[in-house]
């Protein structure tokens, strides 16, 4: 009977891990480029026991087998990169990707990590930076003299040349693309890293076959669909419940079997 | 009275069964594509005691009469009843509406499946949550890049090109299905073979579990008086026997 316990406490913690992820979506739910992430539950494997069994033909009790499961596990938490939704900004840096894509950022340890959260700007030197001050990949230099810097759809960093006025071109912004870009791993800062699941980055631009377009003066808001959160919650939270009743009941019919020898 | 102690042990035994079914069944009470097995209760109840007659030159077998000993459990037919479609809006999430199966090559075999929250491989296999492939009628599905679209038919489509469609498999009622775990099925006889289905599939939704909680448990309620009642017997079984033993009999 102890078995029973251990399938309980598979609930629990198959629960649990759902709710930490819900409350992480949540708390997520206005940053931007934010993707949503789930633990997805399958049932656990199963084992046949022995049980005795009445062959109806031979009027004997004859061996059978009874299938047991082992409760719910957790079998993977997927990313779901689902287009957000793209609010207007009035600065030109905040860029949304249309479609399919990552920004490539250069980490300070030197590995490039990619996200889609666009919320650039310059700093001192001119280069742009992304929220957290980290570099694009493929940096942009921005020099101090310029005015009016605009991104274009294919992610074509275009300025003003005072002196001449005429326009001129810093640089293009290239998105990375993924075979799966379920399989990336989380690094926090909204940023992602490629792995064996998810297959190396393939770099392009901006608008071709494949990739997004890129819009300036616009940021992709987190795809977390809040009304879905919590129904999920609520959904885990029974389970939660019914998983803990599962362990109470069981007790109790421990408890039972304790007293019978007196 | 030790046949009946067994009897009201095999209880015991049999509830503690029909408890750990119902554990697991109401654990993947949240478990998109699970589905709930039945357990039914077998009442051995054909059981014919025979005694042995003395006959001309052999001994004779012949009935006394049926006694009703234990209770059993059997494996019921796991519930393929239709589980609420619920909307994710991940495009590779596909739900079955209507009798039928996916089918998964797993390193063991054929496979067969309910729960549709499928994703793309880095060589742009369709698959499982656990990498296992989604098969279609050719085959593996290999999906190009681009943006993957289903159709109720179940046709994979690319773009505008049709890639291949999901091969969903169907069993008569005569199949008995086994589950392996990762919300997949085989049939216990495994020269079983599918018939083709032709449910609904819709793309973007999953279908939950279809355990029914509040069935589940009404049933863990009255499993746990069942146990009771069987401890209770025990217990009145042996105070019984202690009279038998201790009292009857005794010479003052």
């Known amino acids: ?262 | 009275m030790i046949r009946s102690v067994y009897t009201a042990g095999q209880s015991l035994v049999a509830n503690t069964a029909r408890q750990l079914r119902l554990s697991n069944n109401i654990t993947n009470v949240a478990t998109p594509g699970y589905r709930q097995d039945v357990t039914t209760n077998g009442y051995f109840d054909g059981l014919l005691l025979s005694a042995m007659f003395p006959g001309e030159g052999a001994v004779r077998e012949g009935p006394i009469g049926v006694l009703g000993v234990q209770m059993g459990v059997q494996n019921g037919p796991i519930s393929l009843e239709q589980g609420p479609l619920q909307e994710t809006g991940n495009p590779l999430d596909m739900a079955i509406f209507g009798d039928g199966f996916f089918t998964v090559q797993t390193s063991t075999g054929l496979e067969y499946t309910r729960d549709g929250r499928f994703s793309r491989d880095p060589n742009g296999q369709l698959i499982t949550l656990d990498g296992s492939q989604v098969l279609g009628n050719n085959g593996p599905i290999m999906l190009p890049t681009g943006d993957v679209s289903v159709t109720e038919q179940g046709d994979v489509m690319v773009g505008d090109r049709v890639i291949d469609r999901l091969q969903l498999a169907s069993f008569a009622p005569t199949v008995e299905l086994k589950k392996v775990g990762f919300n997949r099925m085989q049939p216990v006889d495994p020269t079983a073979t599918s018939g083709v289905a032709t449910p609904r599939i819709q793309a973007g939704f999953v279908e939950g579990s279809n355990v029914d909680l509040s069935q589940s448990m009404v049933e863990m309620m009255s499993v746990y008086r069942a146990y009771e009642v069987a401890s209770r017997t025990v217990q009145m079984l042996d105070r019984t026997m202690s009279l038998s033993v201790q009292q009857v009999g005794q010479v003052r």
């Open chain 1, 1 to 262: 009977m102890a078995g029973i316990l251990g399938i309980g406490a598979s609930g629990l913690q198959a629960q649990q891990r759902r709710l930490d992820l819900i409350a992480n979506n949540i708390a997520n739910v206005d940053t931007p480029g934010y993707k949503e992430s789930q633990a997805a539950t399958q049932d656990d494997t199963y084992a046949a026991v022995r049980i005795a069994a009445v062959d109806p033909e031979q009027h004997a009790i004859v061996g059978a087998d009874f299938w047991l499961g082992q409760g719910v596990q957790v079998a993977g938490t997927p990313r779901y990169f689902r287009q957000g939704a793209v609010d207007p900004t009035q600065n030109p840096l905040d860029l949304a990707i249309i479609g399919d894509g990552f920004f490539p950022i250069r980490l300070p340890d030197g590995n490039v990590a990619y996200g889609r959260d666009g919320r650039f700007n310059m700093d001192p030197q001119g280069n742009l930076v992304n929220a957290s001050g980290n570099l694009l990949d493929t940096n942009i230099v921005v020099p101090a003299n310029v005015t009016q810097v605009s991104v274009d759809a294919s992610g074509n960093v275009m300025a003003l040349d005072p002196t001449t006025g005429q326009p001129q071109q810093l640089g293009t912004i290239q998105l990375a693309q993924f075979a799966n870009s379920q399989g990336l791993e989380a690094i926090g800062g909204n940023l992602f890293r490629e792995t064996v699941s998810s297959g190396p980055a393939q770099l392009g631009q901006a608008g071709t076959a494949g990739y997004g377009q890129i819009m300036s003066g616009a940021l992709e808001a987190s795809n977390v669909d809040l009304a879905q959160q919590f129904t999920r919650m609520m959904e885990a939270q029974r389970a939660y419940q019914a998983a803990a009743r599962v362990i109470r009941t069981t007790d109790d019919m421990m408890g039972l079997a304790n007293a019978m020898p007196r």
